[in-house]
């Protein structure tokens, strides 16, 4: 049986991983999108942050978010005032719901000394804001996002920061992430990477793969705590 007992701080996506992005996805149905095209944006998205930063430059999560919400909706032929909608569509953040395996877990490997961090491709300020209406925030040792080390996760300077953040070593600090790319990318830096599996999807062979695969958070805490 593996032993985590050396796994003395994780680092946690959010973005679907920690919350639902779902009524995002209910606010572009509202618009006049299709609710499938969540998926969409999203990864044009990443494609784009990832891009900045192979070119040797940076650009945030909602500035390259706007542009995105801004073509989609030209595209479909969407009436109205275009940055009102934006906004609209925006503001589902706010509405995240936090998944019911989250706070339980985090309960749990905070009582055994575990630190907790967050690192997202999105920004602080929403991340916070999710914490605390989630009742989270008290577990939480470090919110940090990639406008702090200019890098878009995959990237290893995003984790090497996060790293330095806990003040812990790679090989102590396991990401957390229900994307393979995040757990690839979190490998190749140095650190753990755990994939929460909680829809069957097959982990990818041409990835770096992760230390351990779980069907829940719940499941990861009950690891980590042994």
Not at 10 to 34: A, Y
Not at 134 to 159: C, F, G, N, R
Not at 175 to 182: E, N, R, S, T, Y
Request: hydrophobic share 40%.
């Amino acid at each position: 049986m593996t032993s985590w007992s050396n796994v003395k701080g994780i680092v946690c996506d959010v973005n679907g991983t920690m919350f639902s992005l779902q009524p995002l996805g209910e606010r572009m149905q509202k618009v006049g999108l299709q609710e499938s095209d969540l998926q969409l944006w999203f990864t044009s998205v990443l494609r784009d942050g990832l891009a900045t930063g192979a070119s040797g430059s940076f650009a945030p999560f909602k500035d390259i978010g706007v542009y995105h919400l801004h073509q989609m909706l030209r595209k479909a032929s969407i009436s109205g005032d275009h940055n009102q909608v934006v906004q609209t569509i925006l503001s589902g953040f706010d509405d995240a719901t936090c998944m019911a395996d989250v706070a339980p877990a985090f309960k749990k490997m905070h009582a055994k000394g575990i630190k907790i961090s967050t690192m997202t491709n999105g920004s602080i300020s929403i991340t916070k804001g999710l914490l605390e209406k989630a009742h989270l925030e008290q577990y939480v040792d470090e919110m940090m996002d990639i406008t702090q080390p200019k890098a878009w996760k995959p990237s290893p300077a995003a984790y090497h920061f996060a790293v330095k953040q806990l003040k812990l070593s790679p090989e102590q600090v396991m990401l957390v992430a229900i994307h393979p790319w995040d757990c690839a990318g979190a490998k190749e830096a140095g650190l753990k990477a755990a994939y929460i599996n909680r829809d069957g999807t097959p982990y990818p062979g041409f990835f770096a793969q992760p230390d351990a695969e779980f069907t829940s958070f719940e499941n990861l805490a009950d690891a980590l705590c042994k």
